[in-house]
């Protein structure tokens, strides 16, 4: 899915150039402006919008400002570097909250077509002022951009699932029950390749496939889908558990 940057690194690598770190990145003048500690004083709000972007996954993975932003990212200049962008009430800006989706999707494709099949993304295109649906950084952020996970998932869903909106208030404790169900498949997933690394691998690439899948299947945000999916893993990596367990007690 991000064959280019992948390719791009394995490039530098393979010429022997030096991959710089985050904070010392240079010709991409987003970064270096936006990066200065003056901020800090002038425009404390600025300063922590870099400061979220940076310590994000995106921020470790080298997805840059341009990338979600566009612009011109040659320039130094503000004017210059910020032209590309539209102006701030313009519909066709890139983060603008109806074209998140396109946008988080150049990269996550396979999330974003299950997403555009949900009931939330009708409701987001609908413009139901009283119903609206969830965007991408609804639940993950955008500049701090994060999984969701059984600690943090019911709080989200909660801000429109509950009992006061009468829609489906149940939701929130589901997927906290799905997401506590995921982190036991990854223990799981974690023991084996621990005990059994080599006669397990197989087992393990089609989980890492399945759990790929399953990722896809939550942004259709059908409960009853996300549930039989979860619980054929659970079950199957279970069993895997139970038979490396008993080939790793020494037979009497
Ligand atoms: C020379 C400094 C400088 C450069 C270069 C620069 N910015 Fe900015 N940027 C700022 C400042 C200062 C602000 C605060 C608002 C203002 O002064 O316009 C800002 C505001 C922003 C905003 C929020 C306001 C808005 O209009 O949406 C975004 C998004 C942004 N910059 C993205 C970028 C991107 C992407 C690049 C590179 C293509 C970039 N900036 C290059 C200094 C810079
Ligand atoms: C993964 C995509 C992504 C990356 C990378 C990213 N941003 Fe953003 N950024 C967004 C989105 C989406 C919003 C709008 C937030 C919202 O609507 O909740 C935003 C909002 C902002 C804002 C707030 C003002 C506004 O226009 O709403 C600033 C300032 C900003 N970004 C600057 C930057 C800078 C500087 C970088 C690089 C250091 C950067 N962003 C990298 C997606 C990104
Ligand atoms: C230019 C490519 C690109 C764009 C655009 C992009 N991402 Fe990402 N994103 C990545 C990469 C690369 C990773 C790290 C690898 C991974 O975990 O899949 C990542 C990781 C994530 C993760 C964390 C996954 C984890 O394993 O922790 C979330 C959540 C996420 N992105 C959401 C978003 C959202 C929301 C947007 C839009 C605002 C967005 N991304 C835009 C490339 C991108
Ligand atoms: C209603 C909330 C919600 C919305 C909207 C949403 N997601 Fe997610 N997303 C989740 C949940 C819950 C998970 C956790 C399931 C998991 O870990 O696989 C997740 C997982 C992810 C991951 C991690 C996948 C992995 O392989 O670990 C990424 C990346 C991501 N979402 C990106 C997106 C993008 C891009 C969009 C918009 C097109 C989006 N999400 C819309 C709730 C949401
Ligand atoms: C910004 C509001 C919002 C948030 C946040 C949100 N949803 Fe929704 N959700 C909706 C709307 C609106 C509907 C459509 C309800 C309808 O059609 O009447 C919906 C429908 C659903 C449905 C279908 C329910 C049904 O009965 O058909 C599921 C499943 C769902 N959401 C899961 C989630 C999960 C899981 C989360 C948290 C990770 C979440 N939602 C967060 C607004 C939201």
Redo the contacts with the bound molecule.
């Keep these: 899915m991000f064959k280019r940057r992948h390719f791009i690194v394995f490039v530098a690598c393979l010429i022997g150039l030096p991959l710089f770190s985050q904070t010392t990145v240079t010709g991409d003048s987003c970064i270096d402006c936006h990066k200065s500690e003056d901020f800090l004083v002038t425009d404390k709000k600025l300063y922590d919008y870099f400061q979220d972007w940076r310590a994000s996954i995106h921020g470790q993975e080298d997805i840059v400002c341009v990338d979600c932003h566009g612009g011109n990212a040659k320039a130094k200049d503000k004017e210059a570097a910020h032209v590309s962008r539209m102006s701030p009430d313009s519909k066709s800006r890139s983060v603008d909250f109806q074209n998140i989706p396109d946008t988080c999707g150049t990269c996550h494709d396979d999330l974003l077509q299950a997403y555009i099949k ?3 993304y ?2 987001l295109t609908k413009k ?1 002022a009283d ?5 991408c950084v ?2 993950h952020g955008s500049l701090n951009s994060r999984k ?1 996970n059984v600690n943090t ?2 709080e ?6 509950n009992e006061e909106s009468e ?2 208030p149940e ?2 404790n ?2 906290m029950v ?1 997401l506590n169900d995921l982190n036991t498949i990854s223990g799981y997933r974690r023991f084996i390749e621990r005990r059994d690394p080599v006669e397990s691998k197989l087992f393990l690439r089609n989980l890492d496939r399945n759990l790929g899948e399953l990722s896809t299947t ?1 942004h259709l ?3 009853e889908k ?1 549930e039989t999916s979860t619980s054929q893993l659970l079950k199957e990596v279970k069993s895997k558990r139970k038979a490396v367990l008993k080939k790793s007690i020494p037979k009497k």
């Design positions: 949900s009931n939330h009708q409701h139901d119903r609206r649906g969830p965007n609804t639940c969701l998932v019911a989200v869903c909660e801000q429109c699932h829609n489906a939701i929130p589901k997927a799905l939550w945000f059908d409960i996300i």
